[in-house]
């Protein structure tokens, strides 16, 4: 960090496109003040719509539409005085250099000098800018000034921070090349190349080339790369050498020179044959090269080669004009081009290449499929491969699914052929294959068969409930079904509350089967709000999700217990078990039979049905399998009404409950509460159970009685 000077170093990209982008800076300095504003321009020709990606130090760090990015001022802190700006962009050869010696907050400075790696360099009438008018490689370096600038009360002489400058090569010194190898040959064709690298940030500078044989200029500057002696003679031997310039002549370079020397005619018409006609041999078959000469005397020296290889084959002299090369069993590996070459002490004459392709039956080829374990989600595109270990080009490659052609492809050289396929459906499951073919007599090979399963992501989570509206009473049971509108093996997560409902305590959990959520006995506090969330997955990296809207379910308390209590005993009435239990009892209490109520909502079909266990207490539903109650008495004889909630049989293994009534082999006991709406007249037992001769809240009246 510069302190008050700060470096710019920023770049830009463009979002959804290729195209190239030039950053400029307005003002045109790589380095500034803190506190100073500078505007970036991207100049590039884009669609509309599209937007600007800004980078800083490789980073992207904001979003623009237009063109343009206003960096405001920033917090000064203390620190130089005195910079030395320099280009934000990259100067190369030829380009025109200019730096600029910078007060703080545009102060006057006297007496500036410039230095280049510690040499002085001010040129004489400069102010407080430096102007290079042509940059060359020489001129990089650091650079910084001094000046002095008035303070409050005098002037000081400061210094400013070095900063590195980089002219750089717009082009490589060029380098003249013959075509060929060796000098030329009386009466062929030569051609010189003058070969430069242009620097790719420059790539649009057009550069010109001038041709020189022993320093005489040949044709003047020409935008060709190459000098072209149509027949060379014995004259044409020589120096030669180019140079590159650009058009302005801003920078010139000169290759190093090079000696052409042009030799009599001595070997010409060199041709090759080959056996069997047309190069095409079965793997396994004799393959012949026969290499001759039309023109030549004495010994002449032949040899073979195979394109692309830097070794002869075999090379062997003799007095002759042509010669054999013979390989006795082809393999796929002697595929190629071949020609041969005829000396007799002069530069070699090559024949024209010949093709020689050894034919290979295709082998049984392998179908993969890039999908993760044998699955694929619907919108996805699967590649399906198709390649034979072994097998002469070209190959068509046929691509089945469940004996159905789904197309080919034919490739022209080692490689495997390849299929997109878009799932759009389950219909895209199955069993695929493919054949490859070359043509020969063996026919085409069909893959192993290979197995596809598409997964439909879970989407249209719905929840609903078995009841016909919101509500529920306590005690009662309840059904909450998710249901998808399409998913393959959907899995099922319940919230309650915007919580898992594990994550809920002190509460009976419901029973979660398949796609029901199960509540035996509904409780006050399993009201709220509930929602399902649907789930598969294609792998742990791809997992989809439906959530479903919220549903809220309210549980209502049952109704009056007196209410209950007349309802009873209407019905209690008529039964004959509760006159015979009154006249057992006390006859000042009124004899009561009743009934768990019967639930309307079922067990879902896959759910195992729930433990026998009780309820835990205080619960105001009761189980499907509750039986019919009847003929319990109050323990106090005095009591009128007796209003029951919950019925439990209870089996107990010690000490009967306190205030128990003993009874003879029998080891079960009723328990029941008295409500407190409307305020029971039960005042005794409530004078009996409350610990300090006081009354208790009548909602906390409880006893246990022995069933008779």
Request: hydrophobic share 35%.
């Amino acid at each position: 960090m510069l302190g008050r000077a700060e470096l710019l170093v920023l770049a830009l990209g463009l979002a959804a496109t290729a195209q190239k982008a030039t950053l400029t800076l307005d003002p045109p300095w790589s380095t500034v003040f803190r506190g100073h504003s500078v505007t970036l321009i991207c100049s590039t020709s884009h669609s509309p719509g599209q937007s600007f990606t800004w980078y800083h130090n490789n980073k992207s760090f904001r979003y623009t539409i237009k063109n343009s990015l206003r960096i405001e001022k920033t917090r000064m802190s203390d620190a130089e005085w005195l910079i030395l700006q320099a280009p934000y962009y990259a100067v190369f050869e030829g380009d025109p250099l200019h730096l600029r010696c910078y007060g703080w907050n545009e102060a006057g400075i006297k007496g500036i000098k410039f230095y280049r790696n510690g040499a002085h360099i001010t040129p004489s009438n400069v102010n407080s800018e430096l102007s290079i008018k042509q940059a060359r490689t020489s001129d990089s370096g650091k650079y910084h000034c001094i000046g002095s600038m008035k303070t409050t009360f005098t002037f000081t002489c400061e210094m400013s921070p070095a900063v590195s400058i980089s002219v750089q090569e717009l082009f490589s010194s060029p380098v003249l090349r013959a075509a060929g190898s060796g000098d030329p040959i009386e009466g062929s064709p030569v051609t010189l190349r003058c070969v430069t690298e242009l620097n790719p940030q420059k790539s649009d500078t057009l550069l010109q080339r001038v041709f020189y044989k022993d320093s005489r200029d040949l044709e003047g500057a020409r935008s060709s790369l190459d000098y072209h002696i149509p027949v060379a003679g014995l004259q044409d031997s020589g120096y030669y050498h180019c140079a590159v310039q650009t058009v302005t002549s801003s920078v010139r370079k000169w290759s190093p020179k090079l000696k052409i020397t042009v030799k009599r005619i001595a070997v010409s018409q060199v041709s090759m044959e080959v056996q069997p006609l047309g190069g095409q041999v079965m793997e396994g078959e004799r393959l012949v090269l026969n290499c001759s000469v039309t023109l030549g005397t004495g010994p002449i020296t032949f040899s073979w080669h195979r394109k692309g290889s830097s070794q002869a084959l075999r090379t062997e002299t003799q007095v002759s004009q042509s010669l054999v090369y013979e390989i006795p069993a082809a393999t796929e590996t002697d595929t190629g081009e071949y020609y041969c070459m005829a000396s007799n002490g002069n530069a070699p004459a090559p024949s024209p290449g010949v093709k020689v392709a050894v034919k290979v039956p295709v082998s049984l080829p392998h179908l993969t499929v890039s999908a993760t374990g044998a699955w694929a989600a619907i919108g996805d595109v699967v590649e399906i491969r198709c390649e034979s270990p072994r097998g002469s080009a070209p190959i068509v490659y046929r691509f089945h699914h469940e004996g159905a052609a789904l197309g080919n492809r034919t490739v022209s050289s080692r490689g495997p052929g390849s299929l997109a396929l878009n799932v759009t459906s389950e219909r895209d499951s199955g069993t695929y294959f493919c054949e490859a073919d070359n043509g020969m007599a063996s026919g085409p090979q069909h893959s192993a068969p290979f197995h596809l399963s598409v997964l439909v992501p879970v989407s249209g989570a719905t929840i609903a409930t078995d009841r016909m509206g919101p509500e529920v009473m306590a005690g009662e049971s309840l059904n909450l079904n998710c249901s998808v509108e399409s998913g393959t093996a959907p899995l099922f997560k319940w919230l309650h509350n915007a919580e898992e409902l594990a994550a809920v305590s002190g509460l009976g959990l419901p029973t979660a089967v398949g796609n029901t959520l199960h509540f035996g006995s509904v409780q006050l506090g399993h009201g709220g709000n509930y929602q399902c969330i649907a789930s598969n997955q294609l792998s742990p990296q791809r997992v989809f999700q439906a959530p479903s809207e919220i549903l809220a379910i309210a549980v209502k308390e049952h109704a009056s217990p007196w209410v209950a209590v007349a309802v009873s005993f209407l019905f209690l009435m008529g039964v004959v078990a509760a006159l015979v239990f009154y006249f057992k009892c006390w006859k000042k209490a009124e004899g009561m039979f009743f009934s768990a109520p019967e639930r309307d909502t079922q067990l879902p079909a896959q759910h195992e049905p729930p433990g026998k266990g009780l309820p835990p207490l205080g619960s105001l539903g009761l189980h499907a399998e509750d039986p019919l109650y009847g003929n319990v008495c109050p323990l106090e004889p005095e009591s009128g009404e007796v209003v029951y909630t919950v019925v439990n049989i209870k089996k107990t293994s010690g000490d009967k409950p306190k205030e128990t009534l003993p009874r003879d082999n029998e080891e079960y006991y009723v328990s029941y509460t008295v409500l407190a709406d409307p305020k029971p007249t039960w005042e005794s037992a409530a004078e009996v159970r409350s610990p300090e001769g006081g009354f208790l809240p009548a909602n906390d009246i409880y006893e246990n009685v022995p069933h008779l």
